[in-house]
T-cell receptor, first 113, second 110 residues
Framework: DAGITQSPRYKITETGRQVTLMCHQTWSHSYMFWYRQDLGHGLRLIYYSAAADITDKGEVPDGYVVSRSKTENFPLTLESATRSQTSVYFC????????????FGPGTRLLVL | GENVEQHPSTLSVQEGDSAVIKCTYSDSASNYFPWYKQELGKRPQLIIDIRSNVGEKKDQRIAVTLNKTAKHFSLHITETQPEDSAVYFCGGGSQGNLIFGKGTKLSVKP
């Protein structure tokens, strides 16, 4: 589990500000994911990436931007934060084909005022 | 796309009893079905998983069964203990892309 980290762990921001959440993994997993977790909704996929420079939308991508210039990093940016984006964000990684288990980071709690 | 439904949303059992959580999925192409346990304030952690070419898998007090024809799979926890209290999520999908159920909050009363 220590192989996947997220920063910051807690973040308070204001409506309209840009926020970037960082995710870093040391396993060289090809797949990386961003989820948001809200009460009553479980884990919802925002974006995922199959490899460096390859990203795709998940279930709830609106208002978010991702990039993946390096295999180990997968930052998530809220371009103009809204209160509805207050949530806990989890990053995960996996290596499909060998073992499809997704390993989750510790999460980032984001509060948008 | 895939859709995963999970029931019940809450489950309360006495210590020592069994607990069963059920999930259904919609995409017949899904071939990987993990179960995650999430304790309060912690990250989800894998407890058991099953692939579509297997009907049942067991790991000590935990077992998962899969019925591909009916597109449903279940988590069985026997001899429950207070430390089993957590939220459990099922997932379904393939090629590393998973859709999760909304979770079941399991409470084990001593």
């Amino acid at each position: 589990d220590a192989g996947i980290t997220q920063s910051p762990r807690y973040k308070i921001t204001e409506t309209g500000r840009q926020v970037t959440l960082m995710c870093h993994q040391t396993w060289s997993h090809s797949y990386m994911f961003w989820y948001r977790q809200d009460l009553g909704h479980g884990l919802r996929l925002i974006y995922y990436s199959a490899a460096a420079d390859i990203t795709d939308k998940g279930e709830v991508p609106d208002g978010y931007v991702v990039s993946r210039s390096k295999t180990e990093n997968f930052p998530l940016t809220l371009e103009s934060a809204t209160r509805s984006q207050t949530s806990v964000y989890f990053c995960a990684s996996s290596e499909p084909g060998r073992k499809e288990t997704q390993y989750f980071g510790p999460g980032t709690r984001l509060l948008v005022l | 796309g895939e859709n995963v439904e999970q029931h019940p949303s809450t489950l309360s059992v006495q210590e020592g009893d069994s607990a069963v959580i059920k999930c259904t999925y919609s995409d017949s192409a899904s071939n990987y079905f993990p179960w995650y346990k999430q304790e309060l304030g912690k990250r989800p952690q894998l407890i058991i998983d099953i692939r579509s070419n297997v009907g049942e898998k067991k790991d000590q007090r935990i077992a998962v069964t899969l019925n591909k024809t009916a597109k449903h799979f279940s988590l069985h926890i026997t001899e429950t203990q207070p430390e089993d209290s957590a939220v459990y999520f099922c997932g379904g999908g393939s090629q590393g892309n998973l859709i999760f159920g909304k979770g079941t909050k399991l409470s084990v009363k001593p």
